[in-house]
């Protein structure tokens, strides 16, 4: 009797995970350190659950060895976009791509641009992380990044400083992006090496303009040193492990309560001014707002570069119209005749940019230099309360920046270049005109004539720049102001949390510093002989802090002169007491005002 033969069923399990798609795509989020959005997601590929070949570097090195690496790629490439594109992720696609699969005989070119397209994804939304593993990829890693740019692909240079020649490299394919190896990232919080090293690297991606993601961020001490030397992105299992469908969003205080990237003395400090500022009118347009409508309403605003689109309840932004775009489609042959009966939201930019109108213009240029979207088409959409409300242009934004900065850089402090009277005063009255609530903090040194009498002013001068670094350390970039007004008075105007621990966590920065500005003889007395201010000599106690902190009423005070005799009464009860100390001055308007 003859049996009937059955189908061959594959048993090498390569092979039965390739005939059967057998792949699942896994995300993992990569965002910006300043607020925590999420820019896009690195996928991650994973074999069958309890498959020997279940782990990735398993899956892959069988692929090697058997030379289907070019086959294994294509499916977890496929199988990832056709995920991201089915959950409408957010952000970019960060794509692993092993660059000697160019070499291979089975390689075609255009592959990933087409299942892009296929999947209604635009390469300009996806990223190649290409990665160094042996020093004969140099030229291989050069022809695939030029391969895959001309598709129209943001380029990662993976995995910086594990490579042979991770700096060549990085200098000749100018990246979009790199990717700091979490060997430097582990442990940062305690490796003063390798926080040179990674600051380094920062500096030079911001001379290049290129972005830096630290890989492998896992407690909350790797982000708080991470954020202080102002690296843009991060990754890593501390904001969440791989998943099959990932978080759209990280909810609030997922950043875990770390400090604010630093500002740098020196270096930046918070402008005065908001989007709202450069934002002009615009009509909106609704999403099935017809294009020949749209084309009148160009032809009407002939200044306008983009105009918005807007949902009809609520007034949320969903997209935006470029001029340039649109009358390139409008002005084909039958252009008007094909399309001029279609809604506009077929054909609309649906991943415009959009900030609140009270972010401040330097955030919104970070938030645009982020993106990578500069330039004079690039408009945003300014928003109040989350609805529309004015739209703003890059060439505007770059010129209330410039006029910023000229002028705060006219007024700032020689020593520290922090913001001196001019931009402060500026900044308060600006704040009690839009009625916002806020405290003002005005910090002076204890003993600091007989410290410069003794030490010399060179000294003194490393003191006031000490002082400085401790204040804006424990500021937050986004929503605090340090500002110097001279010698050792500085002023900081707070409208982040919990201002008056933030004061004491900068009385105990300084405290820390403090005993390395003496001699060992005097640090071991606790203090300095020198002349009073009657000629005698007298014991001085070591530096100290004095913070006298307010909260001016925006009703009852009416400038910056009604703050400042608030915080000058509340520094001076703060001095009376001994050593670091802040005083918390309970009054809100100053002596004299009655209620109106």
Same mark, same amino acid.
């Given at each position: 009797?003859?049996?009937?033969?059955?189908?061959?069923?594959?048993?090498?399990?390569? #092979?039965?995970?390739?005939?059967? /798609?057998?792949?699942?795509?896994?995300?993992?989020?990569?965002?910006?350190?300043?607020?925590?959005?999420?820019?896009?997601?690195?996928?991650?590929?994973?074999?069958?659950?309890?498959?020997?070949?279940?782990?990735?570097?398993?899956?892959?090195?069988?692929?090697?060895?058997?030379?289907?690496?070019?086959?294994?790629?294509?499916?977890?490439?496929?199988?990832?976009?056709?995920?991201?594109?089915?959950?409408?992720?957010?952000?970019?696609?960060?794509?692993?791509?092993?660059?000697?699969?160019?070499?291979?005989?089975?390689?075609?070119?255009?592959?990933?641009?087409?299942?892009?397209?296929?999947?209604? =994804?635009?390469? @300009?939304?996806?990223?190649?992380?290409?990665?160094?593993?042996?020093? =004969?990829? %140099?030229?291989?890693?050069?022809?695939?990044? #030029?391969?895959?740019?001309?598709?129209?692909?943001?380029?990662?240079?993976?995995?910086?400083?594990?490579?042979?020649?991770?700096?060549?490299?990085?200098?000749?394919?100018?990246?979009?992006?790199?990717?700091?190896?979490?060997?430097?990232?582990?442990?940062?919080?305690?490796?003063?090496?390798?926080?040179?090293?990674?600051?380094?690297?920062?500096?030079?991606?911001?001379?290049?303009?290129?972005?830096?993601?630290?890989?492998?961020?896992?407690?909350?001490?790797?982000?708080?040193?991470?954020?202080?030397?102002?690296?843009?992105?991060?990754?890593? %299992?501390?904001?969440?492990?791989?998943?099959?469908?990932?978080?759209?969003?990280?909810?609030?205080?997922?950043?875990? /309560?770390?400090?604010?990237?630093?500002?740098?003395?020196?270096?930046?400090?918070?402008?005065?001014? =908001?989007?709202?500022?450069?934002?002009?009118?615009?009509?909106?347009?609704?999403? #099935?707002?017809?294009?020949?409508?749209?084309?009148?309403?160009?032809? =009407?605003?002939?200044?306008?570069?983009?105009?918005?689109?807007?949902?009809?309840?609520?007034?949320?932004?969903?997209?935006?119209?470029?001029?340039?775009?649109?009358?390139?489609?409008?002005?084909?042959?039958?252009?008007?005749?094909?399309?001029?009966?279609?809604?506009?939201?077929?054909?609309? #930019?649906?991943?415009?940019?959009?900030?609140?109108?009270?972010?401040?213009? @330097?955030?919104?240029?970070?938030?645009?230099?982020?993106?990578?979207?500069?330039?004079?088409?690039?408009?945003?959409?300014?928003?109040?309360?989350?609805?529309?409300?004015?739209?703003?242009?890059?060439? $505007?934004?770059?010129?209330?920046?410039?006029?910023?900065? +000229?002028?705060?850089?006219?007024?700032?402090?020689?020593?520290?270049?922090?913001?001196?009277?001019?931009?402060? %005063?500026?900044?308060? $009255?600006?704040?009690?005109?839009?009625?916002?609530?806020?405290?003002?903090?005005?910090?002076?040194?204890?003993?600091?004539?007989?410290?410069? $009498?003794?030490?010399?002013?060179?000294?003194?001068?490393?003191?006031?720049?000490?002082?400085?670094?401790?204040?804006?350390?424990?500021?937050?970039?986004?929503?605090?102001?340090?500002?110097? +007004?001279?010698?050792?008075?500085?002023?900081?105007?707070?409208?982040?949390?919990?201002?008056?621990?933030?004061?004491?966590?900068?009385?105990?920065?300084?405290?820390?510093?403090?005993?390395?500005? %003496?001699?060992?003889?005097?640090?071991?007395?606790?203090?300095?002989?020198?002349? $009073?201010?009657?000629?005698?000599?007298?014991?001085?106690?070591?530096?100290?802090?004095?913070?006298?902190?307010?909260?001016?009423?925006?009703?009852?005070?009416?400038?910056?002169?009604?703050?400042?005799?608030?915080?000058?009464?509340?520094?001076?009860?703060?001095?009376?007491?001994?050593?670091?100390?802040?005083?918390?001055?309970?009054?809100?308007?100053?002596?004299?005002?009655?209620?109106?």
């Amino acid at each position: 009797m003859q049996l009937a033969q059955q189908p061959a069923v594959a048993t090498d399990p390569l #092979d039965r995970i390739l005939a059967g /798609g057998e792949v699942s795509p896994r995300f993992q989020p990569i965002l910006r350190l300043g607020d925590g959005e999420i820019i896009g997601y690195e996928a991650l590929a994973r074999g069958p659950e309890g498959d020997p070949l279940h782990h990735p570097a398993d899956l892959f090195s069988a692929a090697m060895a058997q030379e289907r690496l070019v086959e294994l790629e294509n499916l977890c490439r496929r199988r990832a976009i056709e995920a991201f594109q089915a959950q409408s992720l957010p952000g970019k696609l960060f794509l692993n791509i092993t660059p000697d699969t160019l070499l291979q005989s089975d390689f075609q070119p255009g592959v990933t641009r087409r299942l892009l397209q296929g999947h209604g =994804t635009s390469p @300009e939304h996806a990223v190649v992380e290409l990665t160094e593993h042996s020093p =004969t990829e %140099y030229d291989v890693l050069r022809q695939a990044a #030029d391969h895959y740019r001309c598709m129209g692909l943001s380029i990662a240079l993976d995995d910086l400083g594990t490579g042979y020649s991770g700096l060549r490299l990085w200098s000749e394919l100018r990246p979009d992006y790199v990717k700091l190896d979490q060997h430097f990232i582990r442990g940062v919080d305690r490796d003063l090496v390798k926080q040179e090293f990674v600051r380094s690297i920062q500096e030079i991606a911001l001379g290049i303009g290129c972005q830096v993601i630290a890989e492998g961020i896992e407690t909350a001490e790797e982000l708080r040193v991470i954020r202080s030397m102002e690296v843009p992105l991060g990754q890593g %299992y501390f904001f969440g492990y791989p998943q099959a469908e990932p978080p759209r969003s990280l909810p609030p205080g997922a950043l875990g /309560g770390a400090a604010g990237a630093e500002q740098r003395v020196g270096r930046r400090f918070q402008l005065t001014d =908001t989007a709202a500022s450069v934002g002009h009118e615009a009509p909106a347009l609704f999403p #099935d707002t017809r294009l020949r409508e749209v084309s009148e309403a160009f032809r =009407t605003h002939r200044d306008l570069h983009t105009l918005p689109v807007i949902e009809a309840e609520g007034g949320r932004p969903v997209g935006v119209v470029h001029r340039a775009r649109f009358m390139e489609l409008f002005l084909l042959p039958y252009g008007r005749d094909l399309y001029g009966r279609r809604p506009v939201s077929r054909f609309m #930019d649906r991943a415009p940019l959009v900030v609140e109108h009270d972010t401040p213009v @330097e955030r919104v240029s970070q938030r645009i230099t982020e993106a990578q979207e500069a330039g004079s088409e690039r408009d945003f959409v300014i928003t109040r309360g989350g609805g529309y409300h004015a739209m703003g242009s890059v060439l $505007d934004l770059l010129r209330k920046i410039t006029d910023l900065q +000229i002028r705060n850089a006219r007024y700032a402090n020689p020593l520290t270049l922090l913001p001196g009277n001019v931009p402060i %005063y500026d900044h308060i $009255d600006r704040l009690l005109e839009a009625g916002e609530a806020f405290c003002v903090a005005y910090c002076d040194l204890d003993h600091f004539k007989p410290f410069n $009498d003794v030490y010399g002013y060179s000294r003194g001068d490393e003191v006031i720049k000490a002082v400085a670094q401790s204040l804006v350390r424990q500021a937050d970039r986004q929503r605090d102001f340090v500002g110097h +007004i001279g010698g050792d008075d500085f002023i900081l105007v707070l409208r982040s949390a919990d201002p008056v621990a933030r004061c004491e966590r900068m009385l105990h920065s300084f405290e820390a510093q403090v005993p390395a500005f %003496y001699s060992d003889e005097d640090r071991a007395r606790g203090g300095l002989t020198a002349k $009073d201010r009657t000629g005698s000599a007298s014991f001085f106690p070591l530096l100290s802090l004095s913070v006298g902190v307010a909260y001016p009423d925006p009703a009852h005070c009416l400038s910056h002169h009604d703050v400042a005799s608030l915080a000058s009464e509340a520094k001076h009860q703060a001095k009376q007491r001994p050593g670091n100390a802040v005083f918390v001055e309970r009054r809100r308007k100053p002596s004299g005002l009655t209620p109106s």
